[in-house]
C-alpha cells in the first residue's frame, strides 16, 4: 500500500519561494511515477511537475516551468517541489500523488500526467498573496 504526506505548505509572498515535501511509503515495485498536481479554487486540477522512474522522464507544466523543480531523497523515501519566483496565480492546493508499476505492466506516463496517479496524498494549501 502506497502512502503519501505532504507537508509545507503556507502563505507566501509574491516573488518569494516554497518547498513543499512528500513523504513516501510502499515505492516497492520495479518502477515508479510521483508527481505534484495542484487545484485552484474554481479550476481544474493541474499537473505541476512528474516524474517516472522508468526512462527518468520529468514533466513540468508550462505555467512553473523555470520556476519550480522537483527533486527526490531515494535514502529518505520523499519527493520535494522546490518553488521560487511565486506569483498570486500559484496559489492553490498542491497534492502528491504516485504509481507504481512492475516490468510488465502498461503504464502511460501521459495517463499519470493527465490527472490518473493511483495513489494521492492530502493537500497542502499554498498561498501567494502580499
Known amino acids: 500500500e502506497v502512502q503519501l504526506q505532504a507537508s509545507g505548505g503556507g502563505l507566501v509572498q509574491p516573488g518569494g519561494s516554497l518547498t513543499l515535501s512528500c513523504a513516501a511509503s510502499?515505492?516497492?515495485?520495479?518502477?515508479?511515477?510521483i508527481g505534484w498536481f495542484r487545484q485552484a479554487p474554481g479550476k481544474k486540477r493541474e499537473a505541476v511537475s512528474c516524474?517516472?522512474?522508468?526512462?527518468?522522464?520529468?514533466y513540468y507544466g508550462d505555467a512553473v516551468k523555470g520556476r519550480f523543480t522537483m527533486s527526490r531523497d531515494i535514502a529518505k523515501n520523499t519527493f520535494y517541489l522546490q518553488m521560487n519566483s511565486l506569483k498570486a496565480e500559484d496559489t492553490a492546493v498542491y497534492y502528491c500523488?504516485?504509481?507504481?508499476?512492475?516490468?510488465?505492466?502498461?503504464?502511460?506516463?501521459?495517463?499519470?500526467?493527465?490527472?490518473?496517479?493511483?495513489?494521492w496524498g492530502q493537500g497542502t494549501q499554498v498561498t501567494v498573496s502580499s
Open positions: 510502499g515505492l516497492v515495485l520495479d518502477y515508479y511515477a
Open positions: 516524474f517516472n522512474s522508468r526512462g527518468a522522464s520529468t
Open positions: 500523488a504516485a504509481t507504481i508499476y512492475d516490468r510488465g505492466s502498461y503504464f502511460m506516463f501521459d495517463d499519470f500526467v493527465e490527472g490518473n496517479p493511483d495513489y
